[in-house]
């Protein structure tokens, strides 16, 4: 089953809100209009025996009920003010009951039939041949002798009334609430209005638009935002869409290049028959370039993992020290086939622990060094230091990779954390990597809480700093606790 849209839905909760307050208000209106009519006709009955009672009283000392009876019939059967009138004597027989009553059998008040006189004044409704009549019972007490009292007036004008509101109000509910859910749907309508816009411009933005930006909305409401944080969302893909596209074009670039020298030194050796030195020779280049390829593509896969988040580092306490010595030993048999000097200085005399994958710092450790390596001139000198400083109350590990190579400009220094940028882009393949090592580089430091700088000048050597968080040994877990982030 459909939902309802919520421009539907809006208008039907309008409706029924609305019609349950009409309800309440009619009704209300309803019974402050009986009890307000009520009270004049109450008014008018207490008028009524107020009049009876001062007759009563105006009569002569010492008359008796059947004098009573005399006078009061004489005054009251004339005047229109008796017709719904009825007075009892203490023991309930009657004193005056007027024609009205008598023909239509009013029965007299309970209390005049034995039960002694009310206390207090009571209302009553009655039907008394077929009319709506509406009686006060009162006790008079006046020389010495005690009267009930029924006075009446009629209800017809009061029910008149009250029916003429009750229809006027159930004529004009339909036609209200036709109005008001016409109103509701419309008000609804034009308020989501912008939501449709909405709806309709995300649907047209796909992967070959992704520039598009919805409809800026100046209302300052929750719409608003809405699109607002929707653009914003947007900016954020196409940042990430054009980065991978951008990767997923470089990568192909970089892996077309080894193939076509690949193909083109296997094309040449075969075009005629050459001695096995030659073909030899060509195997070679061939087996070199493949190396370099297979660097390539570890380095692309490390990145697509890094990307999609599926790379896990595997944490462990590591002394830095140690790690950094044997990096440098492993290192300076290709820095002094380079013609270069390659040193370890450390000034913290004891140990240097961080958390870290152990495997991963080596490698960020062999990119800079290859890098020192590749871009400083023979009988350059590369120094690996340690330091440890308090930052903040932070303990940091920085592990410094300088040379007195060709060294970066200011402006290209931070460029060269972009995947595949090379300062010097003409410079042959064999020289220069890919341009992707110090993007991994930058990618592990920082997935190990930490970041890395470059010092540098043209021909003036560079200096890359690494900082880690170092933690003190007595609060490092055991050595085999392994952590997986
Ligand atoms: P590559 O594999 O090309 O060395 P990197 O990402 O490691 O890629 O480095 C990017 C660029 O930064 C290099 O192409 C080089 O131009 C420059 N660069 C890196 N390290 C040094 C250094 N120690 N001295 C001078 N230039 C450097």
Same mark, same amino acid.
């Given at each position: 089953?459909?939902?309802?849209?919520?421009?539907?839905?809006?208008?039907?909760?309008?409706?029924?809100?609305?019609?349950?307050?009409?309800?309440?208000f009619?009704?209300?209106?309803?019974?402050?209009?009986?009890?307000?009519?009520?009270?004049?006709?109450?008014?008018?009955?207490?008028?009524?025996?107020?009049?009876?009672?001062?007759?009563?009283?105006?009569?002569?000392?010492?008359?008796?009920?059947?004098?009573?009876?005399?006078?009061?019939?004489?005054?009251y059967?004339?005047?229109?003010?008796?017709?719904?009138?009825?007075?009892?004597?203490?023991?309930?027989?009657?004193v005056?009951?007027?024609?009205?009553l008598?023909?239509?059998?009013?029965?007299?008040?309970?209390?005049?039939?034995?039960?002694?006189?009310?206390?207090?004044?009571?209302?009553?409704?009655?039907?008394?041949?077929?009319?709506?009549?509406?009686?006060?019972?009162?006790?008079?007490?006046?020389?010495?002798?005690t009267?009930?009292?029924?006075?009446?007036?009629?209800?017809?004008?009061? %029910?008149?009334?009250?029916?003429?509101?009750?229809?006027?109000?159930?004529?004009?509910?339909?036609?209200?609430?036709?109005?008001?859910?016409?109103?509701?749907?419309?008000?609804?309508?034009?308020?989501?209005?912008?939501v449709?816009?909405?709806?309709?411009?995300?649907?047209?933005?796909?992967?070959?638009?992704?520039?598009?930006r919805?409809?800026?909305?100046?209302?300052?409401?929750?719409?608003?935002?809405?699109?607002?944080?929707?653009?914003?969302?947007?900016?954020?893909?196409?940042?990430?869409?054009?980065?991978?596209?951008?990767f997923?074009?470089?990568?192909?670039?970089?892996?077309?290049?080894?193939?076509?020298?690949?193909?083109?030194?296997?094309?040449?050796?075969?075009?005629?028959? %050459?001695?096995?030195?030659?073909?030899?020779?060509?195997?070679?280049?061939?087996?070199?370039?493949?190396?370099?390829?297979?660097?390539?593509?570890?380095?692309?896969?490390?990145?697509?993992?890094?990307?999609?988040?599926?790379?896990?580092?595997?944490?462990?306490?590591?002394?830095?020290?140690?790690?950094?010595?044997?990096?440098?030993?492993g290192?300076?048999?290709?820095?002094?086939?380079?013609?270069?000097?390659?040193?370890?200085?450390?000034d913290?005399?004891?140990?240097?622990?961080?958390v870290?994958?152990?495997?991963?710092?080596?490698?960020?450790?062999?990119?800079?060094?290859?890098?020192?390596v590749?871009?400083?001139?023979?009988?350059?000198?590369?120094?690996v230091?340690?330091?440890?400083?308090?930052?903040?109350?932070?303990?940091?590990?920085?592990?410094?990779?300088?040379?007195?190579?060709?060294?970066?400009?200011?402006?290209?220094?931070?460029?060269?954390?972009?995947?595949?940028?090379?300062?010097?882009?003409?410079?042959?393949?064999?020289?220069?990597?890919?341009?992707?090592?110090?993007?991994?580089?930058?990618?592990?430091?920082?997935?190990?809480?930490?970041?890395?700088?470059?010092?540098?000048?043209?021909?003036?050597?560079?200096?890359?700093?690494?900082?880690?968080?170092?933690?003190? %040994?007595?609060?490092?877990?055991?050595?085999?606790?392994?952590?997986?982030?």
């Open positions: 089953m459909t939902r309802l849209s919520i421009g539907w839905r809006l208008t039907l909760w309008y409706l029924a809100i609305f019609a349950l307050g009409q309800f309440a009619g009704a209300g209106m309803w019974l402050v209009l009986r009890h307000h009519l009520v009270s004049l006709v109450d008014k008018n009955l207490q008028d009524q025996a107020a009049d009876v009672r001062s007759f009563l009283a105006a009569q002569k000392k010492n008359a008796d009920v059947p004098k009573f009876q005399e006078e009061v019939a004489e005054t059967a004339e005047e229109h003010a008796g017709e719904y009138l009825a007075i009892y004597a203490s023991n309930g027989g009657p005056y009951v007027s024609d009205f008598r023909k239509n059998s009013f029965a007299p008040p309970v209390s005049a039939s034995g039960s002694g006189p009310p206390s207090k004044d009571l209302y009553e409704d009655r039907e008394v041949g077929e009319r709506h009549l509406r009686f006060l019972q009162s006790s008079i007490n006046t020389h010495g002798l009267f009930l009292i029924a006075t009446g007036a009629p209800m017809k004008e009061v %029910r008149e009334t009250l029916r003429a509101l009750q229809n006027y109000l159930l004529l004009l509910a339909p036609l209200v609430l036709m109005i008001s859910a016409i109103g509701g749907h419309w008000l609804s309508h034009r308020a989501l209005a912008p449709d816009a909405l709806t309709r411009t995300a649907r047209n933005i796909s992967g070959h638009n992704l520039s598009n919805l409809e800026k909305l100046d209302t300052g409401d929750e719409l608003q935002r809405l699109s607002d944080t929707l653009n914003d969302m947007l900016d954020r893909i196409e940042k990430v869409f054009l980065r991978i596209t951008q997923t074009a470089d990568a192909s670039h970089e892996l077309r290049t080894p193939i076509s020298l690949m193909r083109t030194e296997a094309e040449v050796a075969l075009r005629r028959a %050459r001695d096995s030195h030659a073909y030899r020779e060509a195997l070679q280049h061939i087996l070199n370039e493949t190396e370099r390829t297979s660097v390539l593509i570890e380095d692309l896969l490390a990145l697509a993992r890094a990307d999609s988040g599926s790379e896990s580092l595997k944490l462990q306490p590591v002394e830095l020290g140690e790690l950094l010595r044997d990096c440098v030993q290192w300076q048999t290709h820095a002094v086939r380079a013609g270069h000097e390659l040193a370890f200085h450390s913290d005399a004891g140990q240097v622990w961080v870290a994958d152990e495997s991963a710092l080596r490698r960020v450790l062999a990119i800079l060094l290859d890098n020192a590749k871009y400083t001139p023979p009988t350059g000198h590369i120094d230091t340690l330091e440890v400083t308090l930052d903040d109350r932070e303990r940091r590990a920085v592990v410094s990779v300088s040379d007195s190579g060709i060294g970066i400009s200011a402006e290209e220094q931070s460029k060269v954390f972009e995947r595949f940028y090379r300062v010097d882009k003409s410079r042959g393949r064999a020289a220069g990597g890919a341009g992707l090592g110090l993007a991994i580089a930058r990618w592990i430091v920082e997935r190990h809480g930490g970041s890395i700088t470059i010092e540098s000048a043209p021909d003036n050597g560079s200096k890359f700093s690494v900082q880690i968080p170092a933690v003190p %040994r007595s609060v490092l877990p055991a050595p085999e606790g392994i952590v997986q982030t």
